[in-house]
Each structure stands twice: as C-alpha cells, then as structure tokens.
C-alpha cells in the first residue's frame, strides 16, 4: 500500500501493536509494509495532518537548457523529435550530457510543451453515412497474398469500391498500376453489379496514374475522368493528401479485404490457379459470399441509388497505330503481331487493364492479352502465331533468329520441342520441322491435341517428326451430310396459329 494512501486508524493501531509485538508485526497487522512502519517511526505525524508535497524530488537535468538551447529551435519547428534535440545538445555540452540517460526524460518534457503550447492539431470529424449517397474506391497492392499463376509469381493489385452506407464491396483484380483504364473498368463493373449509382464519388489522389505524364496528357486524364462520372451523373471527390482517413470506409475495408483472401486461400490448400480467369472467379465468389451478410443493408441503400443509365460509357485509353512490314504495331514499347494483310493500314487501339482490341474502321480485326515491360528492360513481344505462320513456312529460316521467336509458342510443349529440335538437328532442318509444326496445329485446328502428342514424344526421348505426328491426329470432320431433308410447312399451319393466338 502506498505511504500516502495509509489512515489515522491504520497509524493508531500500528503504534498501539507496537508495544507488545515486532515493527514487522505491527506493520503486517496495520496493513502497510515495514517500509512504511519505518517512516512512521521516524515521523509519527498522522497522515490527515501531513502536508502532499508535489514538485520535483530529483534536481532538473535539463534546468538552463531547455529555456536557452531546446526551446528556441522547437518553438521554430515543431517536427523535431527529442532524439534530435538530444543529439543537439550533446553537440553543444558533451561534457553535461555524455550519454542517452536523460532521453526519457527529454521526450516527456517534449510531449507536454506540445501538450501545453504546441500547434493546433487536426481533428478527424466522425461521420453518419446517408444511404446511397458516397462510394469510395482505392488501389491496394496485393504481394503480401503471394499469389502465383501457373507457378509464376503474379504482382498485381486489387481494386476495392465500396459503399460507405451498406460497406457492399466490388474488387477488381488489376495486372497495371493504378491507371484511368483500371479505375474506370473496375469503377463500371461495379456500379453496373450494384445496379444504381450513388451522388459521390471518392477516390484518393491517384497519384499513380499521373506520374511520369506530362502537363497535358494529366490534363487529358482529367477531362476523361470528369465525363466518365458525368456519364452516370456521379459528383467526384478526392480525399486530401496524405489523409488517408478522409477515404476511411474503403481504406479499412482494404485490410479485411486482403485478410479475408488470405484466409480462403489458406483453406484453399494452394496459392497457385491455372489462369488469371480462374483467380477472378475465386475473387469474385469471395467477395460475393461477404456482400451477402450486408443485404439488408444494400437493399436500404438501393432506395436512394440513382438509376444506370442506357448504356455504358468508354472505360478504355485509345490510340491510333500503323501496322508495320514486321506485321504488328507497337502499343506503350510493347509489339502486338496483326495479320499480314493489315500491313500498312492504321488501326484503332482499344486498350484495357488486360487486354487491347484492334479495330480497322469499325470492324474488330485483333485482339490481344495486353503485355507488360520487364524489369530488365529486354522488349516484350505479344504474339499470336496464326498472324505469322503463312509468311514463315514461305521462309522457314526466319524463325532461327527471329526476335519474337519465344514469344511465337502458343504452347509450353511447342518451346520445349523447339528446344530438342534446336540441339538434335541442323539449324535447316531444325526450323523447318518446327514451322510446319506450327502450321499444321493451324491449319488443322489442332493445337491443344497436337501438344499433347508432343508431351508424349518428348517424354519418351523422340525427336518429334511432323509426318508422324500428323498421321496421329483425329481428322476433323469437313464433308457436309450429301441428304438433307427439309420439310416445308403448309400455309394453313399458319392460319390456325394465328386463330388461336387471338
């Protein structure tokens, strides 16, 4: 028990046990330590007579220097932590403060002057949300989920809108960074999933998706963002920088997010999925399953959405491209093959956070999964073999030292027989089975039946010889049936269907 906390009848009945037991006795039976029964005998003076001395019981280490060395400089900026203040004073008396003992203390003298006299400090003002008026939508990066595609490490991020009323959430998973693209891609599946469209649209500040542009391709960014939600009749806001809790509905909802995926992939048994398709679909049902616990609450908001409008708007950047004689163009220092017959036409670019459409005129000539830059700063090729295949079986030798010649495999199995042809065969013989390869898997429409012949010969040691393997493969069916009878339906047929639809 404390010293200062003891009463008159505790100090009676230690002095009067006193004279017929021991100090520690009489201590023990009064209720206080012999510590204290000590005190008492040096000073008997009861303790409601006893004047609370407050102050200091030590002398101040820091006296004379807090008012000429400290205070100066934090009175001039408040940022400056007390180990900096320590490190300042032990530059200007290292004989008085040779070492960090009085850093405790310095800190709190720091803490209560910024207590007492600091600046004022900002207030975050909590909010009661209004039912269909604010979604909030934000980028979050997702490494620490450790997901793999194929056994392939998959960096990527995930989009969250979520609204602040109902917390009903839409997550879009994002292979770029944070762009317009993704933002209004994802910002459109989701509102066209809600089914209505909130009055306010929050966003941080995006940085992202503005770094590295110039002044008035921001500009243009702007502009699109601004008719996107004019579109849907949306107001857009952004949250001040660096106050992350301005976008507080999504921000904390990211972290639920990102722990919830974590814990299905754990009972999932594996971080690995076939495809980006197949990791979609398992985000999408997860999130699915935490949208059904806020019905209630959704079906409430859905009273105050505004409605969608006809249709949709443009969710995708677009360019214009030539197609060169290398039979492709470039979109962003990535090169995308296009057939033969577009060289020299200028194609218009559709290009999405996956994928890009190419379009001559109106009409839809190419479509691409959207590549992305390596680190190592080799070039990217995205190409689809089809687009090639006619010019190199003209010119078989190409494909030796072809720059794209990686990228021209559809499959796995056809880079590991071009690897076993390579060390196997001459270069001339070595290209020439491997294009016709590739060209009867095309001519053929028979490219996922024909790797897995490949799979075979190579597990079993062969060289794999295109004659062989064409003789293996099931033939398609081309003839059409020689008889076919039609039978034609009488006109009175008509009249009773009429008759009886009246």
Not at 105 to 124: N, S
Not at 137 to 157: C, K, N, R, W
Not at 177 to 201: C, I, K, M, R
Not at 269 to 285: L, P
Request: aromatic share 8%; glycine share 6%.
């Amino acid at each position: 028990m404390a010293y200062q906390s003891i009463t008159d009848q505790q100090l009676r009945l230690y002095m009067t046990d006193l004279k017929h037991h021991s100090q520690c006795t009489s201590a023990a039976r009064a209720g206080f330590s012999e510590r204290t029964a000590r005190r008492f005998d040096a000073d008997p003076t009861p303790p409601s007579q006893r004047k609370i001395v407050h102050g200091r019981t030590v002398a101040d280490p820091l006296e004379g220097y807090w008012e000429n060395d400290i205070l100066p400089v934090l009175e001039n900026d408040n940022a400056l932590q007390a180990v900096t203040l320590l490190r300042h004073l032990q530059g200007l008396h290292p004989l008085a403060f040779p070492d960090d003992r009085i850093r405790r203390t310095l800190e709190r003298r720091v803490r209560q002057w910024r207590a007492l006299k600091g600046p004022e400090r900002d207030i975050i003002f909590r909010q009661t949300p209004e039912p269909g008026y604010m979604a909030q939508s934000d980028f979050t990066h997702a490494a620490e989920l450790e997901v793999t595609i194929a056994g392939v490490p998959f960096p990527h991020l995930l989009y969250h809108f979520a609204m602040v009323y109902s917390r009903w959430e839409h997550v879009g998973v994002v292979m770029g960074g944070e762009s317009f693209t993704a933002l209004a891609e994802n910002l459109q599946h989701a509102l066209w999933s809600l089914g209505g469209v909130p009055q306010n649209h929050r966003t941080d500040s995006l940085s992202a998706a503005f770094r590295n542009l110039t002044r008035d391709e921001c500009e243009d960014i702007t502009k699109r963002y601004e008719a996107f939600v004019g579109h849907y009749g949306m107001d857009a806001s952004r949250n001040n920088r660096g106050e992350a809790h301005e976008n507080g509905a999504v921000e904390s909802q990211n972290r639920h997010l990102k722990k919830a995926i974590a814990q299905a992939l754990i009972l999932r048994g594996s971080r690995d999925f076939a495809s980006v398709v197949e990791y979609r679909r398992f985000i999408d049902m997860l999130v699915a399953r935490r949208n059904r616990q806020r019905t209630q609450a959704v079906e409430v908001e859905q009273l105050y959405l505004k409605p969608l409008p006809p249709r949709r708007t443009t969710d995708y950047t677009e360019v214009i491209v030539p197609v060169t004689r290398m039979g492709g163009f470039r979109v962003k220092s990535i090169f995308y093959s296009a057939p033969s017959q577009l060289i020299g036409q200028r194609l218009r670019i559709h290009l999405y956070d996956d994928h890009l459409d190419a379009f001559l005129g109106g009409t839809l000539v190419t479509t691409h999964p959207r590549g992305r830059g390596r680190n190592d700063g080799h070039r990217v090729h995205v190409i689809n073999y089809h687009h090639v295949i006619h010019a190199l079986k003209r010119k078989p030798q190409a494909l030796w030292s072809s720059i794209y010649r990686d990228s021209l495999f559809p499959r796995t199995e056809y880079a590991q027989a071009w690897e076993v042809l390579q060390h196997s065969l001459p270069r001339r013989d070595a290209c020439r089975r491997m294009v016709t390869l590739l060209f009867i898997a095309h001519d053929q429409a028979c490219e996922a039946e024909l790797a897995h012949l490949l799979a075979d010969d190579l597990g079993s040691g062969l060289i794999p010889d295109p004659k062989t393997l064409a003789a293996q493969i099931t033939p398609k069916q081309t003839a059409l049936p020689k008889d076919i009878a039609v039978s034609h339906p009488s006109l009175d047929s008509f009249d009773t269907l009429l008759e009886a639809c009246a």
